[in-house]
């Protein structure tokens, strides 16, 4: 073998050594260690005894974790701590991942990307025996996970595009989709005069009710249990974020359709959602999250601009233009015709 052919050799097996730390990372946080040492380096069987674990696979999942930098771990006495990285694990760290980690999701359908490959559509219904969001509405828990997960990416992509938009005073702004109301509170707050609306499944409401309450902003937005394609409430501006990428052209001109219903001529629009090159390849980032998409959703995508106007056109809407927001999103601005 040529000395290329060894170093290739090994990148592609770290590639693959990769794969398990993640399933590894995952596991921990779902177990919920990383909360567990916030406060200082425990001993690995205390810990093992206090989140239900086998003592030796933890230790052992600690030690690979180690290597990549994210616990410290000292064989002379058994003890295993956070480094900075790690400490993004723990819900309480103001940037927390913990959730975007620990939540049900693309590594649990991963293994049928083969079949996702072959027919171009999830494996969710032969991996799960039911469609991505079917699986989470009968499941309170992993609902619950997956809305904090949503929040903290939400923290990273949408509400850096909050201060740079003009909010309505007075008006009222009605989050489609939004999830705990992560984008709403960060609305609402930047805007003292707006009042807000917040509509997602039934098993949300609990939880952003909650989320608001803690934001400050509970007095001024209402939470309503909703379907993204039935008529929403009324209310002088619209909001969907990365709620338009979950679907089919057909069905996102059916959210588009159904927000139109409601909407008096000149109601305003903003689509929080990254938009793919017209040309040339995607950044890595974007092609992942297409993939996520596609696994996961039946015709989920991510899209160009040239799309969403497309789509908006169809449900009588006029893309008036985008706001660049931080890599990995941007807001698309539409008004009702
Ligand atoms: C990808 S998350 C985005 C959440 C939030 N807007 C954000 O930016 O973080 C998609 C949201 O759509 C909601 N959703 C999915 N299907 C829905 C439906 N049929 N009716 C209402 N909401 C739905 C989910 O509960 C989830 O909160």
Request: hydrophobic residues 40%.
């Given at each position: 073998?040529?000395?290329?052919?060894?170093?290739?050799?090994?990148?592609?097996?770290?590639?693959?050594?990769?794969g398990i730390?993640v399933h590894c990372v995952c596991a921990?946080a779902r177990l919920?260690?990383?909360?567990?040492?916030?406060?200082?380096?425990?001993?690995?069987?205390?810990?093992?005894?206090?989140?239900?674990?086998?003592?030796?696979?933890?230790?052992?999942?600690?030690?690979?974790?180690?290597?990549?930098?994210?616990?410290?771990?000292?064989?002379?006495?058994?003890?295993?701590?956070?480094?900075?990285?790690?400490?993004?694990?723990?819900?309480?760290?103001?940037?927390?991942?913990?959730a975007t980690f620990a939540t049900f999701g693309i590594l649990d359908v991963a293994h049928g990307l083969t079949e996702t490959?072959?027919?171009?559509?999830p494996a969710t219904e032969s991996v799960l025996g039911t469609g991505f969001w079917d699986h989470l509405?009968t499941r309170?828990r992993e609902q619950?996970v997956f809305?904090?997960a949503?929040?903290?990416?939400?923290?990273?992509?949408?509400?850096?595009?909050?201060?740079?938009?003009?909010?309505?005073?007075?008006?009222?702004?009605?989050?489609?989709?939004?999830?705990?109301?992560?984008?709403?509170?960060?609305?609402?707050?930047?805007?003292?005069?707006?009042?807000?609306?917040?509509?997602?499944?039934?098993?949300?409401?609990?939880?952003?009710?909650?989320?608001?309450?803690?934001?400050?902003?509970?007095?001024?937005?209402?939470?309503?249990?909703?379907?993204?394609?039935?008529?929403?409430?009324?209310?002088?501006?619209?909001?969907?974020?990365?709620?338009?990428?979950?679907?089919?052209?057909?069905?996102?001109?059916?959210?588009?359709?159904?927000?139109?219903?409601?909407?008096?001529?000149?109601?305003?629009?903003?689509?929080?959602?990254?938009?793919?090159?017209?040309?040339?390849?995607?950044?890595?980032?974007?092609?992942?999250?297409?993939l996520v998409m596609m696994a996961l959703y039946?015709?989920?995508?991510?899209?160009?601009?040239?799309?969403?106007?497309?789509?908006?056109?169809?449900?009588?809407?006029?893309?008036?233009?985008?706001?660049?927001?931080?890599?990995?999103?941007?807001?698309?601005?539409?008004?009702?015709?």
């Open positions: 073998m040529t000395d290329e052919s060894v170093s290739e050799v090994a990148a592609l097996f770290d590639l693959y050594q990769q730390a921990v919920g260690v990383p909360d567990l040492l916030a406060d200082s380096p425990r001993r690995v069987g205390p810990l093992a005894a206090e989140v239900g674990a086998d003592e030796d696979a933890l230790r052992r999942v600690v030690r690979l974790l180690a290597g990549h930098a994210l616990f410290t771990y000292t064989p002379e006495n058994d003890e295993v701590g956070l480094t900075r990285r790690g400490r993004l694990l723990c819900g309480r760290h103001p940037m927390s991942l913990r490959i072959r027919t171009g559509r509405t309170p619950q809305g904090e949503m929040a903290e990416q939400a923290r990273l992509l949408s509400l850096p595009c909050v201060p740079l938009l003009d909010w309505p005073v007075g008006e009222t702004v009605a989050d489609i989709g939004g999830g705990f109301g992560a984008l709403i509170a960060a609305v609402l707050q930047e805007e003292p005069g707006a009042r807000g609306i917040l509509v997602d499944q039934p098993l949300v409401r609990e939880h952003a009710e909650a989320f608001l309450e803690e934001q400050g902003v509970l007095a001024r937005c209402t939470v309503q249990s909703g379907n993204l394609f039935d008529t929403p409430p009324p209310a002088d501006m619209y909001l969907l974020s990365r709620v338009l990428h979950d679907w089919d052209d057909d069905a996102v001109a059916g959210i588009l359709g159904a927000i139109r219903r409601t909407a008096p001529a000149g109601t305003r629009l903003r689509i929080f959602e990254d938009l793919l090159p017209e040309d040339g390849l995607p950044r890595p980032a974007q092609s992942w999250s297409d039946p015709g989920a995508r991510e899209r160009t601009l040239t799309d969403y106007r497309e789509l908006l056109e169809r449900a009588d809407w006029v893309l008036d233009g985008v706001v660049e927001g931080p890599p990995g999103m941007n807001v698309i601005e539409a008004t009702r015709k």
